[in-house]
């Protein structure tokens, strides 16, 4: 009985002293830097892992860095514009100033339904890079943090990641698809700017006159339309091209890791035991 009290005694004396000493040890983690969290954890006989140290990935974009923001553009007919002509405005519109009337209509149609396309596209990429950034959030290390093995979780989590890029990669196709028809409509808004200028100076009527500030104001948004679309498209090519490069890397470094049965550690903790 004497013995078996002693050790009971022990053990509710080791237990007093483990917690106090647990609440010291987080308060001094959370006191810490990355490096110097991983030497007290060294010391204190809790070391992060025998696998080689992840190294920072200089001239690359860090995993996961938020995507490229969408521009808020929205196409809308140019004020005064009769896109929708009453029948006294059709009457009014005789001879060349008719057609060019009517040319002017079917441009603002089609840039109204580019604008759609952009808005679509916008919210598609937008669903791809949550998918992405889902992803690449397992890939969140900071130097010195040791590799993820190189086991079938981590190759699900590159395959994931690889995946959304192409998920996102394919929506660009569609995007440089848009911009091939907004260059066509662009390029259409211009001829109808010309042709309702040349209209007026013929000596059109009021129709005419109100047509020129009209279709120049629709050539002009055609032509933010386009840079803008140019712009958004390119940024996320950037973006792409600089994501994949990182994972390439990554993935390269966890390759070439010899993984967690070796005795390679972190060198500054090898530095300290020697």
């Not at 025998?50 to 860095?65: K, Q, W, Y």
């Amino acid at each position: 009985m004497s013995n078996r009290a002693g050790t009971d005694a022990v053990k509710r004396a080791a237990s007093h002293i483990a917690l106090p000493a647990l609440i010291l040890s987080g308060a001094a983690l959370a006191g810490c830097t990355g490096g110097e969290r991983t030497l007290f954890l060294t010391f204190a006989g809790e070391t992060p892992g025998t696998r080689t140290p992840f190294v920072e990935i200089t001239g690359a974009p860090p995993l996961g860095r938020p995507p490229p923001k969408a521009p808020d553009l929205r196409f809308r007919p140019a004020a005064g514009s009769d896109a929708g002509p009453t029948a006294s405005a059709r009457v009014a519109e005789t001879g060349r100033g008719a057609a060019v009337a009517d040319a002017h209509r079917r441009v603002e149609r089609a840039l109204a339904d580019r604008d759609e396309e952009f808005a679509l596209r916008k919210r598609s990429l937008a669903l791809y890079a949550r998918d992405y950034l889902a992803a690449a959030g397992a890939f969140g290390l900071q130097a010195g943090d040791p590799l993820p093995a190189d086991d079938a979780r981590h190759r699900a989590r590159m395959t994931a990641a690889r995946d959304a890029l192409d998920a996102i990669g394919g929506d660009l196709v569609k995007l440089n698809a848009l911009i091939l028809r907004i260059e066509r409509n662009r390029i259409a808004a211009r001829r109808v700017a010309a042709a309702a200028q040349g209209a007026h100076g013929e000596g059109g009527g009021p129709a005419q006159a109100a047509l020129v500030p009209a279709a120049g104001a629709t050539a002009a948004a055609a032509n933010a339309m386009l840079a803008a679309v140019r712009a958004f498209a390119g940024d996320w090519l950037d973006y792409v091209i600089g994501q994949r490069e990182t994972l390439n890397r990554l993935a390269a470094q966890v390759a070439a890791a010899t993984g967690a049965d070796t005795v390679e550690t972190i060198p500054v903790r090898q530095t300290l035991f020697e």
